[in-house]
């Protein structure tokens, strides 16, 4: 297991997350995620750190196997266990899926780490008004 303890500090970048607006419809995509790199053990910890707290406490993250870096079977975020799941799906190689027990289920468009900002931004913008 992984440990993470402590949020990144202040002088790391803004998390560039973009969420759909809370509402009662359900959307195949909840948002966007522009992670800086594909290490998971650095960028999972500050996406959890910035996600709203009526999501609750995700216990489980899925991502693309072929996409992430090494990825353990758990890590320990904020003293909280995260089970991390990869998955080699064709059907969404983009996404990162966030799992809250009784709160339930988040699926982020993952934007590359690379896309230039010109490209990351409009897919971003798109993903949070759930036209993706």
Do not use: C, K
């Not at 509402?23 to 800086?36: E, F, N, V």
């Not at 996404?95 to 809250?100: D, G, N, Y």
Request: no cysteine; charged share 15%; net charge positive.
């Amino acid at each position: 297991m992984t440990t993470a303890l402590q949020p990144p500090p202040p002088s790391h970048p803004l998390l560039r997350l973009r969420l759909t607006p809370h509402g009662g419809l359900p959307r195949p995509i909840d948002g966007a995620w522009w992670p800086r790199s594909y290490d998971l053990l650095a960028e999972l910890p500050r996406l959890l750190a910035g996600l709203p707290r009526a999501w609750g406490h995700i216990t489980s993250v899925t991502v693309n196997g072929a996409a992430w870096s090494a990825v353990p079977d758990r890590m320990l975020v904020f003293n909280q266990v995260v089970r991390l799941r990869r998955t080699v799906a064709a059907s969404a190689p983009h996404t990162i899926v966030l799992l809250a027990p009784g709160r339930g289920r988040w699926d982020l468009l993952v934007v590359p780490p690379d896309t230039t900002e010109e490209a990351a931004e409009p897919l971003m913008a798109a993903a949070a008004s759930g036209h993706v």
